[in-house]
């Protein structure tokens, strides 16, 4: 799966970066390669089911698949 994210220098120092496809999808990181990095955590946390989400569907199968 390929999304663009934006990278935006913090006024504190090191960068923000956020998924505009995913509203609320938002990190940091002292470096662009610590904010890249922090964000694919935030993503993965972002598209994951939770529980509560999954058992809401009556008769639901769940399946784990790679994009």
Do not use: F, H, W
Not at 35 to 56: F, H
């Amino acid at each position: 799966m390929k999304l663009q994210v934006l990278l935006e220098p913090s006024e504190a120092g090191g960068y923000t970066v956020s998924v505009p496809s995913l509203p609320g999808c938002i990190s940091e990181g002292e470096s662009i390669e610590d904010a890249l990095s922090n964000i694919r955590e935030a993503i993965a946390l972002y598209l994951k089911p939770t529980e509560d989400s999954l058992s809401a569907i009556d008769g639901a199968i769940v399946r784990e698949i790679v994009v």
